[in-house]
């Protein structure tokens, strides 16, 4: 049974930071691209971030690029969000999916419904 469990999320000021985690068991890791999404009250789920399997390639949503950094760590099983320079309108709860795929595209990394695994996600509030 695959699991994907999203952690750190929180409560932060404007202009600060949290790191989000994500575990993954059940499958082989290193096999999926991994990625983020959020979801605000009222508003459709939306792409963040993605990795490719060996972390060669990145992937990030312009509202997020220069602030967000993407990681993984394949012994571990877990994929991390770095979030820097937090927004109000950063306010989401936020998702971590697994694609099983060979390659690495960003219009499909990018797709909500690319993704075959998704976690619970974790709430992100940031204040102005």
């Known amino acids: 049974q695959v699991q994907l469990v999203e952690s750190g999320g929180g409560l932060v000021q404007a202009g600060g930071s949290l790191r989000l985690s994500c575990g993954a068991s059940?499958?082989?890791?290193?096999?999926?691209?991994m990625g983020w999404f959020r979801q605000a009250p009222g508003k459709e789920r939306e792409f963040v971030a993605a990795?490719?399997?060996?972390?060669?390639?990145?992937h990030y949503a312009d509202s997020v690029k220069g602030r967000f950094t993407i990681s993984r760590d394949n012994a571990k099983n877990t994929v991390y969000l770095q979030m820097n320079s937090l927004k109000p309108e950063d306010t989401a709860k936020y998702y971590c999916?697994?694609?099983?795929?060979?390659?690495?595209?960003?219009?499909?990394?990018?797709?909500?419904?690319?993704?075959?695994?998704w976690g619970q996600g974790t709430q992100v509030t940031v204040s102005s």
């Open positions: 999916a697994a694609k099983m795929t060979m390659g690495f595209l960003r219009e499909a990394v990018s797709i909500t419904h690319n993704y075959d695994y």
């Open positions: 059940g499958l082989t890791f290193s096999t999926y691209v």
């Open positions: 990795v490719s399997r060996g972390s060669g390639s990145t």
